[in-house]
């Protein structure tokens, strides 16, 4: 006897010694069982596929916003660095550092409930510490103009190394790709 013949005498009923009513009851018992499954079963994965969509679109909009964060204080950073405005100008651009830099130190709290491993760790750290440069570099550019920027730009540099670590690893916990190829891009920026 061939397979397909076999495969098809299986569901037949003339081949069987097994009463019709009672065929019949066991394939209405395993749709019963087929639907229990289903609707028990179902919810629990579609509970998992919401909770995984919510997780993501919580990560792509932290990484959003401290892109957007990011770039706010690089913008101002650029005000406070020109050595030829005026001095309530140097204020104001100063004030506005301050407003970022202290929100973007919120954010690192709020990284540290996030990750919980060592390396998002030092990582966190690595990004305080470069606000923290930043803070020391407008506190004195907001009385004078600096004349040598060089330590200006090893803060800004640090700092945008930093942010590109957190926003790859807020990537991968959303499940999002990110590619070498943007990676190299961030490290062609800020020159390292």
Request: charged share 30%.
């Amino acid at each position: 006897m061939s397979f397909w013949k076999t495969i098809k005498g299986a569901f037949t009923y003339a081949n069987t010694n097994i009463p019709v009513g009672i065929q019949i009851a066991m394939q209405v018992l395993a749709f019963a069982a087929t639907v229990i499954a289903t609707i028990s079963i179902a919810p629990s994965i579609n509970e998992d596929f919401e909770k995984q969509k919510r997780r993501s679109e919580f990560y792509v909009k932290t990484i959003e916003s401290l892109s957007n964060d990011t770039k706010d204080l690089l913008a101002e950073i650029t005000v406070l660095r020109r050595t030829d405005i005026i001095k309530d100008e140097r204020r104001e651009a100063y004030i506005e550092i301050k407003k970022s830099a202290t929100k973007l130190h919120w954010r690192s709290v709020e990284f540290a409930l996030i990750f919980d491993d060592k390396r998002a760790s030092d990582d966190i750290k690595k990004y305080q510490k470069s606000l923290e440069e930043i803070s020391l570099w407008s506190d004195a550019a907001s009385r004078q103009p600096l004349v040598d920027q060089k330590q200006m730009d090893e803060a800004v540099v640090n700092f945008g190394l930093a942010s590109a670590q957190l926003m790859h690893r807020l990537a991968r916990e959303a499940d999002v790709s990110v590619t070498s190829a943007k990676s190299s891009i961030l490290t062609n920026i800020f020159g390292r």
